[in-house]
């Protein structure tokens, strides 16, 4: 694990963003996933890149993250970058289970939670290298 692994996270990432973006107005419960996802894959490039590894040695372990991995991951990236991130995933995790397991945000709801999930990309790309993309800053 190490700068490549976190700069190919941050690329899939930025691609399930566009591709939620994408789907907002047309299948909300799509789009929640796929933020989701971008929001995921931004948590895992940042615990690589930070070097987290008493999570990344558990998930390599096990050969999977779990729900609690990518909550610890979010509050060890929290304290190095700021509350703000931890906000945000809070946010990001409305859009999993209110979006996508439950379906019962609107694309209203989804839209308003899409900012939250474009920070958290643009300042993983920041610290892991490579341009960050056009986003609204929050």
Avoid: C
């Amino acid at each position: 694990m190490g700068a490549a692994e976190a700069r190919e996270r941050v690329e899939l990432a930025l691609r399930y963003l566009e591709e939620g973006k994408a789907l907002v107005e047309r299948d909300p419960v799509q789009a929640s996933e796929k933020l989701y996802k971008a929001a995921e894959e931004t948590v895992k490039a940042l615990a690589v890149h930070l070097g987290l590894s008493d999570i990344l040695e558990g998930v390599e372990k096990r050969g999977r993250w779990t729900a609690t991995d990518l909550e610890k991951a979010v509050e060890a990236v929290a304290e190095k970058i700021g509350d703000w991130f931890s906000a945000a995933w809070d946010a990001v995790w409305t859009l999993h289970v209110w979006g996508f397991h439950e379906a019962k945000l609107d694309s209203k709801a989804v839209e308003l939670r899409v900012r939250r999930v474009e920070r958290m990309l643009v300042e993983a790309r920041k610290l892991v290298g490579g341009e960050a993309p056009n986003a609204r800053s929050t």
